[in-house]
Structures are given as structure tokens and as C-alpha cells.
């Protein structure tokens, strides 16, 4: 951890409002960083995008990701395979974004938080089992994590959850499915919606929207093609 950040890494006390663009200082290499030992960029310049392991509104996201300016992808493990499945190469997603996979059972990459580096987290899509586990406090994959940490800093977070109605039509690799959500995953949809930090959408348009206020609070645009 380099002097010029302002916490140490296993932290979650400490405040996240630095409110002028200055440089961040080097992170130490982490495993699961693409970009060991490289420095993170301007203090509240960067979205953090987790996906998981969803296959629902994945390409969706995935574009609204690659409009935005500045972001760095945090992959849970199955998010990982998900794209696999998806044929959705990593090495393409490189090309656009950061990318820090789920390689360490302390989720390691979620030290970048506390560089001070990041003003918005989002996850998207969202799995049902994520959900659940961000709607009661549960930390064990790097999405996870980061949507822990992210509240304990006060940094806003997005979440795009799949599960939201009675009926979900979704694109499996090999076709379309039609799910029925049980109960316990629209009651932890409307849990979640009661998270500090934490706003909650249900589809590709809220997600937009969401984005779009976002953006706009931090000054921001969406990227066009001649931006
Ligand atoms: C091809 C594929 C697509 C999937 N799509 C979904 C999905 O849309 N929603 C969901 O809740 N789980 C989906 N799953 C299951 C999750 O990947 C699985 O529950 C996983 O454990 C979630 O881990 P994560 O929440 O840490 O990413 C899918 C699995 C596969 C193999």
C-alpha cells in the first residue's frame, strides 16, 4: 500500500469524500489484478462493474457497461465461467475494461476501494444467490465484497437484480427459458432494497436510467461513438 492512499487495505472505517481530482498512488500487486502494480488513476474517477455468474441481461449490461466512461470489471468466479459459456472471450473485454477476477478468498482486488478511486459501484446483472447474499450482509465472492465495502464507504451502489418478477424470460446459451421466481427470491429483491447505499433496479431500462442520474450527478456523459 503506498503512502499516498489513505487507508490501509483491510480497513473499513475509514471515510471515502476526497473531493478534488488528484492522482492515486500505486497499488501493491494483487492477485486477480490484470494490472498488477499499476496505478489506479484519479481519486472518484472510476466505476466499479461487478458481474456474476448471470446469463439474464448479461450482453445488455455488458453494453451500457462499455458506454460509460472509466470502468473496471470485478468478475465473481461463476461470472467468470458465465461468460465462457456465453463465448465472451476475457481477452475481448480487456481490450474495453480493467479486469479483476475472483482469484483470492479474501477478495483481494476489493483493496482498490480504499484508493479512493472508485465513485459508483454496480452490479450487473445480478444472480438470484447475490442478491441474497448482499440483502443480509453476506461477503464471499468479489462482487459480493465489493458491494460490502462499497456500503461501509459510503460509495453508492447499483444493483441490477434478475429475479424481480412472477414470470422472467431469459437467453440460455442454447435458447430462450421461461423461470417463475419463488418467493424468497422477490422477498430478497425487496430486502435489498432497504441496503444502506444501495439502489435497486429490475431491468435493462432501469439500469439505463439509473446510470444516466448517476452520470449526471458526477458531471459525467455516457460515451458516444465520436466521444
Ligand atoms: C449459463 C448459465 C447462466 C446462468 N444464468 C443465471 C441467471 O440468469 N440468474 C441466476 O440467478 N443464476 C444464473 N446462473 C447460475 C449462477 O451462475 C450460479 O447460481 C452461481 O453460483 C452464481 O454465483 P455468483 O452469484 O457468485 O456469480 C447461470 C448459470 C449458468 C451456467
Known sequence: MSAATPCTDDCTSCTSDSPTPTEAGPVDARP??????AAPGPVRSRFAWCLTGSG????ESLELAARLPQ????????????LGIYEIPLDSLRKRFRVLRDKTASAVPVGRLYTDVY?????????????????????DTLPTNMFAQAGKLGIPGIVFACDTEPVVVT???????TLRPRRIELDNVERLRGIDHARVVASVDELE???????HEL???????SS
Open 209 to 215: 436510467q439509473a446510470l444516466t442520474l448517476r452520470l
Open 56 to 59: 439474464h441481461g448479461l450482453h
Open 71 to 82: 470502468v473496471d470489471l470485478f468478475l465473481s468466479a461463476a461470472g467468470e465461467e458465465v
Open 171 to 177: 437467453e440460455a446459451p442454447h435458447g430462450w427459458v
Open 32 to 37: 486477480g489484478d490484470d494490472d498488477e502494480g
Open 219 to 225: 458531471s459525467l456523459s455516457w460515451i458516444t461513438s
Open 119 to 139: 465513485h459508483t459501484v454496480i452490479v450487473a446483472p445480478a444472480t438470484s444467490n447475490t442478491v441474497a447474499k448482499c440483502a443480509y450482509g453476506l461477503s
